[in-house]
């Protein structure tokens, strides 16, 4: 059956084997990108202020060239398409098809050493994402997804990502990287809500969080303030492993913002009923 | 000139010689317990409760299997030094010299996938601690310090480590494992103090934080309810490379609770002072 035509734009969908082309072409990208950032990790690279005065929100370097190398490789390789990018903003094009780039997701994790920072890249179809990559070079590994499968590379090998069967709040470990996220009083008290009624809730993680939730190692990640190109990258990984990522409302989470994202849909009820109790 | 004896045991004390052939002695047994360990990281591992009922204390067959291979390593090589270890306790000895072991810091970044963990080795000699390593087998990182020198060996390279300059706390980068290990009030408020006072705290870590530390990437830890073997091992690594660990009264470290550790004396002084406001 071919794929739906966008009415907007006229544009045809991608059939699963050009998404898995796309796909490839992405994990090439991030990992021509991946020396990049490595040479400035741990190298006591000078950090900017983009925020300015008293607000720290450190942009180095390696942000900068990491994401001018993948505009590169994929303007080469993808000459019509749209593309938004952390720090270079969007290009606008005719097409509906748009790559996500999120050059260090983590810059915090970054600028302290802490190796779970990502490259990320992802490519959306107007509000679906059809494809998603997170690169990390120091370790070494690469996930990626389609939304039907995800997959970790690491040292020439793959293995099929899962989520975790854990039904219950009780039993789930809750991933956040930082209380600082929920800037609204009732999204504070709905994550403390689901802290509570969690088995662990830990913090930390950044990008690396989702990725642990797409491999079954834990079984919820709340966040809040995600830009879109913190999250974009990340759902069809975390929902080509069985999860379910959603905003607050169980909406759309193109947007940003809030974030809950489960291992299953019963979970993710759970989470989101508890969240907004 | 001849190490001092001590006035209880009647031991002479180790020399530079025999204090770096202990700490490679030390490498070789944390290395070898590393693919116990990963044999069981993200392997779907049972997870133990050793607290029983409401709290949750996650022990694993790693932790055993990995302090079981380290003694059993250390038994043949140090056959009359006492022992301790998180898992087996303590063996008593004659000498004053002791093995100190903590087979997996970091349970609960473990059994969630995250590569902040490490197998941590200390020996002490009374209230000394002479050496001590800290491994991290699934990004092949070695962190190993004898108080007067400190090192991350990776892939067959080595790097002396050297912690920061940065002497104020609105400079400074500050790690916790997680807010919950502060019980006190007062060390709550405290740590509260410390973090509004500093560039930018950040949770998570274990013993990773102190390797960052060593490493100049960060600038303070400050932590609570720790064992003396979560951080015995950690500290000739974060001395060797400049810094200053310390209990919250600026008293040793040895016997673990709060712990106030610092990229150099002046920066201590500042956030110890500020804790205690």
Request: no cysteine.
């Given at each position: 059956?071919?794929?739906?035509?966008?009415?907007?734009?006229?544009?045809?969908?991608?059939?699963?084997?050009?998404?898995r082309s796309h796909l490839e072409a992405a994990v090439v990208a991030v990992e021509t990108a991946g020396p990049i950032a490595l040479r400035y990790f741990r190298s006591g690279v000078e950090v900017a202020n983009k925020a300015g005065g008293a607000q720290f929100d450190p942009v180095t370097s390696a942000d900068r060239e990491v994401e001018a190398s993948i505009r590169s490789d994929l303007g080469r390789l993808f000459p019509g398409y749209g593309v938004l990018g952390e720090e270079q903003g969007v290009v606008?094009?005719?097409?509906?098809?748009?790559?996500?780039?999120?050059?260090?997701?983590?810059?915090?994790?970054?600028?302290?050493?802490?190796?779970?920072?990502?490259?990320l890249l992802g490519l959306t179809r107007g509000s679906e994402c059809l494809a998603g990559v997170m690169h990390q070079p120091y370790t070494g590994e690469t996930f990626l997804g389609t939304r039907e499968d995800a997959w970790l590379r690491r040292s020439g090998k793959e293995q099929a990502l899962r989520t975790s069967t854990t039904s219950g709040l009780s039993s789930a470990i809750l991933y956040c990287t930082h209380p600082s996220m929920f800037v609204r009083e009732s999204d504070r008290s709905g994550f403390g809500r689901v802290a509570a009624a969690s088995r662990m809730m830990r913090y930390g993680g950044d990008c690396y969080s989702y990725a642990l939730l797409a491999m079954g190692q834990i079984d919820l990640v709340i966040e809040g303030s995600l830009e879109p190109y913190d999250i974009i990258p990340l759902i069809p990984i975390v929902e080509g492993a069985g999860g379910v990522v959603t905003d607050g409302q169980g909406g759309s989470a193109l947007g940003g913002g809030i974030v809950?994202?489960?291992?299953?849909?019963?979970?993710?009820a759970r989470a989101l009923e508890t969240f907004n109790t």
């Open positions: 059956m071919p794929e739906p035509v966008d009415p907007d734009t006229g544009d045809r969908g991608l059939g699963s084997e050009e998404i606008e094009s005719d097409s509906s098809l748009r790559w996500v780039i999120d050059p260090i997701d983590g810059t915090r994790a970054f600028i302290s050493g802490v190796p779970l920072w990502g490259i809950v994202a489960a291992a299953n849909p019963e979970l993710h």
